[in-house]
């Protein structure tokens, strides 16, 4: 199927529960509709126009939509020698991208948490047992998400664990 047509029911009710997903995740309806079509898209690379058509949407949207995407490696922007066209596709690797820009806020995060726990050092042990519990997550996840994601590398590039 090519983006010229509208999309069949079964797709546009797919694209939609992938953006009702999203959205739980705080990106915009729109975000979410984008990526969704975008996973399935036949051609994978889209240029604003299809997806305008496609999603049924304004360019105004989809270009605020292409703002937040971009920006996480998840979608990226590409051109085709000859054409004068930007496209839109999913990123190879862009769903690891993605997750690694996630994981290299880990730190910066446990770090603003031990700043809060050292303000709250005199503090009764009650005020401080939320800050202790998030600080505990995230020194967790930023000892255990390195090898969570080499043993992905390793799968990826055909050594499955």
């Given amino acids: 199927m090519t983006t010229t047509q509208e999309l069949t029911q079964a797709e546009a009710a797919y694209v ?15 975000a979410g509709r984008v990526i969704g ?26 270009s605020s939509a292409m703002r937040l995407l971009t920006p996480s490696g998840l979608v990226e922007r590409t051109r085709r020698r000859g054409d004068r066209s930007e496209y839109f596709r999913i990123a190879p690797e862009g769903w690891s991208r993605m997750l690694m820009r996630r994981y290299s806020q880990t730190t910066a995060f446990r770090e603003v948490t031990e700043r809060g726990l050292e303000l709250l050092a005199g503090a009764e042990p009650a005020r401080r047992e939320r800050l202790e519990q998030v600080t505990d997550l995230y020194r967790f996840l930023e000892s255990e998400l390195p090898a969570l994601l080499e043993r992905w590398r390793s799968r990826q590039q055909g050594g499955r664990p």
């Fill in 16 to 30: 939609d529960e992938i953006a009702e997903f999203f959205v739980g995740e705080g990106l915009p309806l729109i």
């Fill in 37 to 62: 079509w975008l996973l399935i898209s036949d051609p994978p690379e889209q240029t604003p126009a299809q997806l305008t058509a496609a999603l049924q949407v304004s360019r105004s949207s989809i």
